[in-house]
């Protein structure tokens, strides 16, 4: 929402996708969202710039590794920079914009197999939760998307809302956002 709210085109488009497919039938199902590209985008692009853990559990390497000129030993403790990867300009457009475009037309996708994009990680450590909390946000981002007009408080600009995160496992905002909700139905 955070990213959403700094971008009305974007929030603008997603809704638009939205209500034209559920029309007035009242909300969002999960069927309905393989039906919903943008929204797709729209996740997938957030989950690049905000992936829900910065940093990879640690692994273990097995055997030595020579990475950028750096040796490493077997035995020792990996971490994958996950926050890192989806801002890297090496794989990346303007890899600090929110843009959901990226997405569209790609068979990108964040199981693991696509290396420039791990929110969830990959291999047999990939999360055990990913396929749920995707349905989940997907479901429930749509559904608030379809049923409110959102909007900044009075006085507030696009420019007000910031992106800051708190250091940590998982990523938190450091400021929470502050939104108007407005019935749309």
Request: neutral net charge.
């Amino acid at each position: 929402m955070t990213a959403l709210i700094k971008k009305p085109q974007v929030l603008n488009k997603v809704q638009q996708e939205i209500r034209t497919l559920v029309g007035k039938k009242g909300r969002v199902a999960e069927d309905d969202i393989n039906k919903l590209p943008y929204l797709k985008a729209v996740v997938k692009e957030t989950l690049r710039l905000h992936p829900p853990g910065p940093l990879s559990l640690p692994r273990l390497t097995i055997k030595t590794s020579i990475i950028d000129g750096h040796e490493i030993e077997p035995n020792t403790i990996v971490y994958v920079n996950v926050w890192a990867i989806g801002r890297d300009p090496n794989f990346w457009e303007n890899p600090n914009e929110f843009l959901p475009e990226r997405f569209l037309n790609s068979s990108m996708d964040f199981k693991g197999q696509d290396f420039e994009f791990l929110p969830f990680g990959s291999g047999r450590r990939v999360c055990p939760g990913m396929a749920l909390g995707t349905a989940e946000l997907n479901v429930v981002l749509a559904n608030l998307l379809y049923s409110f007009n959102w909007e900044l408080p009075p006085g507030m600009v696009e420019d007000d809302v910031d992106m800051d995160s708190l250091p940590g496992l998982v990523t938190h905002k450091k400021n929470p956002l502050c939104l108007m909700a407005k019935s749309y139905v």
